[in-house]
């Protein structure tokens, strides 16, 4: 009984941080080819913002220019607490960069998604990309 309660109160604490940066939509210049979720995705302008109901938040990551877009699904939220304040994108780079998870700032925690799936002899390196706050929903 206890377990269930746990896994209820982390949810609860999932969807309260999950509805702060939902209220945000977020800027980056990302100069490298990059995966998000399957997708190819080309260097340029990207707009990551928030939508879903209250069992699970969609991230859509959108390229300004050509307005290609992708929806993913956090597989899980850190609910970390650090004082940085600088929202972050994360890529997990090897053979090709892929979107790793996506620090919404301040006491927010950081929305992960599934990493990339690394050959027998290749080790990940992190590139990290600062995002500004575009405007509050």
Same mark, same amino acid.
């Given at each position: ?8 109160? =982390?949810?609860? =604490? ?10 945000? &939509?977020? *800027?980056?210049?990302?100069?490298? =080819? ?6 190819? +995705? ?10 879903? @109901?209250?069992? /699970?938040?969609? +991230? &859509? ?8 877009? @992708? #929806? ?6 850190? /609910?970390?607490?650090? &004082? !940085?304040? !600088? ?6 780079? =090897? ?6 998870? #996506? ?5 927010? /925690? ?12 290749? &080790?990940?390196? @992190? +590139?990290?990309?600062?995002?500004? *706050?575009?405007?509050?929903?």
């Amino acid at each position: 009984m206890t377990n269930v309660k746990g896994l209820m109160l =982390a949810a609860v =604490a999932c969807a309260i941080a999950a509805g702060n940066a939902a209220a945000q &939509t977020y *800027h980056a210049e990302i100069p490298f =080819a990059f995966r998000a979720g399957k997708t190819a +995705m080309a260097p340029g302008a990207y707009d990551i913002s928030f939508s879903g @109901v209250t069992s /699970g938040k969609f +991230m &859509t990551v959108r390229n300004t220019e050509t307005r290609e877009s @992708v #929806l993913l699904l956090p597989t899980s939220f850190t /609910g970390d607490r650090k &004082t !940085v304040s !600088v929202p972050k994108l994360r890529f997990a780079c =090897a053979s090709y960069c892929a979107l790793e998870s #996506l620090w919404v700032g301040g006491w927010g /925690g950081a929305y992960k998604l599934f990493p990339p799936r690394l050959g027998p002899n290749e &080790t990940a390196r @992190v +590139m990290t990309i600062e995002l500004t *706050h575009v405007k509050a929903d």
